[in-house]
């Protein structure tokens, strides 16, 4: 059997020269000694005998420094304690978050008066307590220096009474209410009481990136002007014609856990769910997809036609590729096996298309099973048309008052200039947007709403489920709820929380209803309504299949555009966490740019990845080479990086970049606005465009990747692969592939039961009491990033900023390795979440001079920052490459003032700030310049978990504790918990798993703690699995001569 | 020393009522004890008038059982019947409502803090108060040692003066030409000598003084208001838990809120104990005190309070531990059960409360070396079979027992973070 060869990196797969060079050195970074060239140190710009002197200096200076006086600290206690607050314990409050349609039950964690974490809400039969990446990283947008502080008219400060009173004086009809979808009931209902007030008036609903050529298909074909919603966890056969359903499809959080759902594998009984996708530009869902095929986005239509005439068994038409031509079958013929547990999703914003999708769904009797008409999904509800119409409407003068929340189409409409003209000439404009974004800007009057997490509300994500908003903290500045806002204008004199709570305690059983239901956060349905389809209409049918074959064929080059799972539709860009996670594709912070392909690369900037020296000169110099693309009279520069799994002819671009600097200093200056490049099409706006050109400029731009960061090769560890991955028809023709590998490789040590004894010359040591274990699941992990957001909140990891990460700074504990295999055009990817494994042998231990890292009896790899003193000697010895070192003072945590500036950038500096520090746990130390760090399984939770059992006097259970980062999992792939125990879930999961289950490195005897479960792709075929690395064997063999 | 002496006290004397109580009641009162603890305790002396009337001889004053319990369960409720003792002692007591526990105690559980109630016998308060006399016999024999050191470094000296003379006078005699005498500070010896005796004392007072850096033993800040535990906690026996009411919960006891001060004070408005004396021999003026507190609250005696008016007293922080400790009030107090006076010192003592122990880190750890968890009797250790087994076979020495750092507590991680 062939071995299949996994690559993180191009020069990793070429083997090339610089790659080899690099992988020697666990830091990219020359010592900063200057010395010249051939000379000694002491001739050096900083000698040793002035470094002496410097060090006896510092010395002295620190003792006289410190031996002053103590300060006096105060400890002011409440003047009138609540009685539910205790000072250092946490309290968590149910609420929402809402994002432009968005919607995610979560619970809020306040400490002290301070939200700092949000976790999901189990209570959600919609969400089950997942998240994503920007669900966990809002709590950072409360604390947004760049909030809005009070009300402006025409840019100077006023208060409430006067915007109140301009209001009055100047809204004149008719009124149009401008908004991102609002799924909240109690909200329209105020906007509609708003707007009868104003004869002739409406209420417009904007959406960055629009889902309305689904709600137009809808309305044509099943007369429902909605979207449905989807039940992947019951779908067999999954098709996704390029929807990003796992990353910024409608609400990836709950697609995500019932994908996850097809996806866990039971040993004993081998069933997956498959998945084909169908796609342009290399997504995260394409990355997880079983089988993924690569088409040219003009053909989108054709493909989807195609595909609904296989399944109509009239064959696959009008499809020359034959890869393609043969995955449409194939997908067709698995959809027709799986009639009625099959779905296939649409990401384009075409109405035929998404009819014709509808057609297929129809023709496999998706509706009623996988799709459910009885519950609507109102994450997204505009239409384009009726912005159209809007801005139309604007520039002919007819709108009297604008009021805008939650949209900017300033910044992200393609003809923004036509709606800044059109702004202009309406009478009065209003803005509540909480930024001074691009829109607000040109407002009259700005009435800055509360963030979420301060505000009162609901939400209906799903008709008939509902979710509340409670404040969890006071308004921390002089902002108003923008339905108070309306409430006022409208006459009424209630508040919005005196309506909210009537209009709930009307619904739902009174005021204990509404206590109850604030309480738990959500209002479900007694019963769940029966899942049902919607009667079909097909006349719309015929007339999308021919439209979409008569579509114009695309030039040369033809452009998408796309969300990323961090930034989205530029929501995300002001906040630094999101803006450090790397995509889980190009594993790129901090930029947009274009995505090209490996044959693409080839012949536009001359680059040729499988030419080991071309490889290294594109992948280990940051600056890559830029270029300009065009679009009809538009164009923007961007760098270009190569991302294998993108079609030859495609570029991609993601959008929610080039914000204006005032929504935030993270968002200033990264990336360019790639919306302008969008067109209408039809009635809808195409998130791309099918002939652009692209021209190399001749200039370099450094683009901060993380993935050619921490490498594995060390001299302990020489090795290139810590996956372990095998198709589903291999793992049923031999379960036990994997086990049998592992028991080969460890049979010289003592094989499997007896490696931890016979593969050392140290002794064993007793694991009294507990044991943490961390179980990770490679088939449900789809690299989302949600986990890395959540650690760095929970752990208070610091923000180190482009610069540092183009140094191979970043600090994330935990990172999500991209790998790739086989075909260097279309591969296989695979993520794998990496962390510290709290190995039992670990090497980092041995090394450290100081013992600041140390083993604990229960199983944790310690580290202690007040002892270290940053050799690094521990992160060069650590062959999973998961500690981090603070090279400068990212947090602000030195005494010493003014100890960051010239290090760190203008972004890492206002992490410091005090309202952006009111983020931070105060159960984990900030740690200063000069000391490692890395993941600690969230120590500081599981002591809380002992203390709550010993305070109930009995024994830890798994409720007790959670990682963060196995919280946050909208896919469930993290399991962690107490290994001595055996009813806890991570010792059934390792129980039950015998054949998938790995370490990695295992054959180091460094004994970690995390254990993997080896990815299992539903493919039939037969590729071996991967794992008994040949280096690992050629040791093996040299041990035994 | 003084507080193991306190707890052998402490444990002798309920060890005593355990064996009164096991033969005059039958169980009752020891569970009535932990009930009253719970529940009574932060308003009810036994003895003692606190909050509300001392409870000896409740039982004679409410001959109808019948109502004394019904009194005790919702005393508003049972106000309304219009009973003339109980209102009588509802105005006495500034109408300071007494919880419900409706729902709480049932009649056996009221029962058992009754019988309970009988069984402690009346303690004179002076005699809690008297002074350990153990410390100071015990003394400090440094200076003795010193002046002994000293004195036997002269006398060496001297008859090392003598022996170099005697050697001087001998080395005459035989005629040998006399070495001109090297005066005895540039004698190299000795300086060397000195040298030595220096850099060793010089170092011991730096490392020492270097290590005493941020440490604030006997630290004794003047507070805003003197609040004296002694008053408080010692001669009025309030539970350090009634005013510290995060102990049991988290990290933090929690320094009470003015409302929690005014619970009391709202009825209790002057100092009529006996004179409070600070260290330095000034008197403090209880009373004047009182209306400080007042201030803060914006109370004035005789009208309502409004409490939203108060505002907080910034108490002079004293137990200061640096940011990378991670302590937990709960995890000692409740989990380990340990008493305050082990850290805090004989705080029903302290006029103004003084930091007792220095907090060091080596403090901490080796109280962790020594102190032995609640193995047996918390549910959480159940999981420690092998520990369980072995002290049974007696491979574990039952008397050191399983200390704190036998179950990992001396590890980096339990306290850094």
Redesign the interface.
């Known amino acids: 059997m062939e071995q299949k060869k996994y690559w993180q990196s191009f020069g990793e797969l070429n083997q090339s020269e610089a790659y080899n060079k690099d992988v020697k050195d666990e830091f990219r970074e020359e010592l900063p000694f200057e010395a010249e060239e051939g000379k000694s140190f002491l001739d050096a710009k900083a000698p040793r005998r002035d470094f002496l002197k410097y060090l006896g200096f510092s010395t002295a200076a620190a ?1 006289v420094a ?2 002053c006086e ?1 300060p ?10 609540p009685e539910d607050i ?4 946490a309290n968590y409050y149910a609420t929402t978050y809402v994002q432009d349609g968005d919607v995610v039950s979560i619970l809020a964690k306040v400490r002290d008066g301070r939200p700092i974490k949000i976790e999901g809400n189990d209570l959600s039969p919609i969400t089950q307590g997942a998240t994503t990446a920007r669900v966990q990283a809002s709590v950072l947008d409360l604390y947004d220096t760049s909030r809005l502080r009070f009300p402006t008219i025409d840019g100077k400060e006023v208060t409430f009474e006067a915007v109140d009173k301009a209001a009055a004086a100047s809204i004149t009809g008719p009124v149009v209410v401008l908004t991102s979808t609002i799924t909240s009931p109690s909200t329209k209902e105020i906007i509609n009481q708003f707007l009868s007030k104003y004869p002739g008036s409406r209420h417009v609903t904007y959406d960055a990136v629009s889902y309305s050529a689904m709600i137009q298909a809808n309305e044509a074909t099943y007369g429902r002007k909605a979207i449905p919603s989807y039940h992947f966890e019951n779908a067999k056969v999954i098709v996704s014609l390029g929807a990003d359903f796992l990353g910024t499809w409608l609400g990836a959080a709950e697609f995500s856990k019932q994908y996850a759902a097809g996806k866990k594998l039971n040993e004993k009984n081998p069933e997956m769910s498959k998945h084909f996708h169908f796609e342009s530009v290399a997504s995260m869902t394409g990355s997880n997809a079983d089988e993924k095929y690569l088409h040219r986005p003009s053909e989108a239509g054709a493909v989807a036609a195609a595909l609904l005439s296989a399944v109509n068994g009239q064959g696959v038409a009008g499809i020359s590729d034959a890869r393609l031509k043969a995955g449409i079958e194939k997908a067709a013929k698995a959809l027709n096996e799986n009639k009625g547990a099959g779905l296939v999703v649409s990401g384009s914003n075409d109405v035929n298309e998404q009819i014709i999708v509808n057609a297929i769904n129809e023709a496999i009797g998706a509706g009623g099973k996988t799709i459910n008409w009885a519950a609507t999904l109102n994450y997204r509800q505009g239409v384009d048309a009726d912005f159209v119409q809007l801005v139309n409407d604007m520039n002919a003068g007819t709108v009297g008052t604008l009021l805008i929340y939650g949209a900017n189409p300033a910044y992200s409409w393609f003809d923004a200039e036509k709606f800044k003209a059109g702004l202009k000439k309406v009478k009065t404009t209003i803005s509540f947007n909480g930024k001074m974004d691009e829109t607000s800007e040109l407002c009259k009057i700005v009435a800055p709403d509360h963030h979420f997490l301060e505000s009162w509300g609901d939400a209906e994500p799903k008709t008939g489920y509902y979710s509340l908003i409670q404040p969890t903290i006071y308004p921390l500045f002089k902002t108003r709820q923008w339905q108070d806002s309306l409430l006022k204008w409208s006459g009424a004199s209630t508040d919005y929380l005196a309506y909210l709570k009537n209009y709930w305690s009307a619904k739902n059983g009174g005021e204990s209803g509404w206590d109850k239901a604030l309480q738990d956060g959500v209002i479900n349905p007694a019963a769940a309504p029966a899942a049902s389809g919607a009667s079909f209409n097909g006349g719309a049918v015929p007339g999308a299949v021919s439209a979409v074959s008569a579509a114009k064929k695309g030039g040369k080059i033809e452009l998408v555009l796309y969300e990323k799972v961090g930034i989205g539709a530029g929501q995300g860009a002001s906040n630094p966490w999101l803006q450090e996670l790397p995509d889980p594709v190009t594993r790129a912070t901090w930029d947009n740019y274009v995505i090209v392909s490996p044959a693409l690369a080839r012949t536009l900037l001359n680059i040729d990845l499988n030419n080991g020296g071309q490889a290294d000169a594109y992948e280990v110099n940051p600056p890559k080479k830029v270029v300009k693309i065009t679009a009809g009279d538009k164009s923007i520069e961007l760098p270009a990086l190569i991302i294998p799994g993108t079609h030859p002819d495609t570029i991609g671009i993601a959008v929610g970049y080039g914000r204006s600097e005032k929504v935030g200093k993270a968002a200033a200056n990264v990336g360019k606005n790639a919306f302008i490049l969008a067109a209408l099409s039809g009635s809808n706006v195409k998130f791309g465009n099918n002939d652009v050109t692209v021209t190399v400029t001749g200039d370099k731009y450094p683009v901060a990747l993380t993935q050619t960061h921490s490498r594995y090769d060390t001299t302990q560890g020489n090795r290139t692969e810590v996956m372990k991955e095998l198709t589903l028809a291999q793992y049923k023709h031999d379960p036990e592939e994997i086990l049998n590998e592992r028991k080969k490789e460890l049979a010289p040590w003592g094989g499997l039961e007896n490696f931890e004894k016979d593969g050392t010359i140290y002794p064993v040591f ?1 694991k ?3 044991k943490w274990g961390m179980s990770v699941d490679l088939n449900s992990c789809n690299g989302c990033g949600a986990c890395v957001v959540a650690c760095n909140a929970e752990n208070n990891i610091p923000v180190v900023g482009k610069p540092e990460v183009l140094r191979g700074h970043e600090m994330h504990w935990l990172r999500i390795d991209r790998y790739y295999s086989g075909d260097m055009d279309n591969p296989n990817v695979v993520f794998q979440p990496m962390m510290c494994q709290h190995c039992d042998n670990a090497p980092c231990e041995n090394v450290c001079p100081v013992a600041a890292t ?1 083993h ?3 199983g ?1 790899n ?6 270290c003193i940053g050799t690094r000697y521990c992160a060069n010895n650590c062959p999973y490459k998961v500690r981090r070192f603070n090279w400068a003072d990212y947090t602000g945590a030195d005494s010493f003032p003014n100890n960051q500036e010239g290090e760190v950038n203008d972004v890492v500096i206002n992490m410091s700030d005090d309202l952006t520090r009111m983020v931070l746990n105060p ?4 740690r200063s310049r000069g000391v490692i760090e890395k993941c ?1 399984f969230c ?2 939770r599981l ?1 809380e978990g ?2 709550a ?8 259970e798994d409720k007790d504790v959670n990682v963060a980062c196995a919280q946050a999992c909208a896919s469930g792939c993290i399991t962690f918990g107490n290994v ?2 055996p009813e806890s879930e991570i010792s059934k999961i390792r129980k039950n798993n015998p054949n998938r289950s790995f370490y990695v490195l295992e054959q180091l005897h460094v004994l970690p703690n995390v254990s993997y479960l080896a990815k299992v792709r539903n493919s039939d075929e037969a590729v071996a699995a991967h794992g008994a690395e040949k280096k690992a064997e050629k040791h093996a063999e040299k041990e035994h001569a | 020393m003084i507080s193991f002496r306190r707890i052998a006290k402490a444990s002798f004397v309920s060890a005593l009522l355990l064996m009164g109580s096991v033969l005059l009641n039958p169980a009752s009162a020891q569970d009535g004890k932990t009930l009253f603890n719970t529940n009574c305790a932060s308003c009810h002396k036994v003895h003692a008038k606190s909050t509300g009337p001392a409870l000896a001889g409740v039982e004679d004053r409410w001959p109808d059982k019948a109502k004394l319990h019904a009194w005790i369960k919702n005393s508003q409720a049972f106000l309304k019947t219009g009973d003339k003792y109980a209102n009588d002692l509802y105005n006495e007591y500034n109408k300071v409502a007494m919880n419900k526990f409706e729902g709480i105690l049932d009649e056996k559980q009221i029962d058992d803090i009754l019988a309970y109630i009988k069984t402690v016998p009346a303690v004179d308060p002076k005699k809690v108060d008297s002074p350990d006399t153990g410390a100071a016999a015990e003394g400090d024999h440094s200076l003795l040692f010193g002046i002994l050191t000293l004195i036997l470094a002269v006398v060496s000296l001297i008859l090392l003066q003598v022996n170099s003379n005697l050697k001087k006078l001998a080395d005459d005699r035989e005629g040998q030409p006399a070495v001109e005498p090297v005066a005895f500070w540039k004698n190299k010896s000795y300086i060397a000598m000195v040298t030595v005796v220096l850099f060793v004392i010089g170092g011991y007072l730096t490392s020492k003084g270097a290590m005493a850096l941020g440490r604030s033993k006997d630290y004794q800040p003047e507070q805003p208001i003197y609040y004296s535990h002694k008053v408080h906690a010692g001669i009025n026996q309030i539970n350090c838990q009634y005013c510290h009411t995060g102990v049991y919960q988290g990290k933090q006891a929690t320094i009470p809120s003015v409302n929690v001060c005014m619970n009391c004070h709202m009825g209790i408005n002057e100092y009529k104990g006996e004179p409070i004396v600070t260290e330095d021999g000034k008197e403090i003026n209880g009373t004047a005190e009182i209306q400080k507190l007042y201030k803060y609250a914006g109370f004035e005696p005789g009208k309502p309070w409004d409490p939203s008016k108060a505002k907080p007293i910034e108490w002079v922080r004293i137990h200061n531990l640096p940011d990378h400790v991670y302590f937990n009030h709960s995890q000692h107090v409740k989990a380990g059960q340990v008493a305050c006076q082990t850290c805090h010192g004989e705080i029903q003592k302290m006029g103004e409360v003084k930091q007792f122990a220095d907090l060091s880190m080596g403090w901490c750890i080796n109280c962790h070396r020594t102190t032995q968890v609640q193995f047996k009797d918390n549910g959480f250790y159940s999981i420690y079979e092998k520990y369980h087994q072995d002290l049974k076979s007696g491979k574990i020495d039952s008397t050191k027992g399983i200390t704190v750092e036998k179950i990992g507590g001396t590890e980096c991680q339990k306290c850094h973070y």
């Open positions: 003792a410190a031996s103590m006096v600290k105060k400890a002011i206690p409440f003047a009138n304690k205790v000072p250092g314990v007793d009294p009491g507990i140390n604990s009896t229960e944790l310690q580290m202690t920052y007040n002892r159960d984990v130390t900030v600690s120590v500081q002591q002992k203390l059992a010993k305070k109930e006097s009995r024994p830890l001595n125990n």
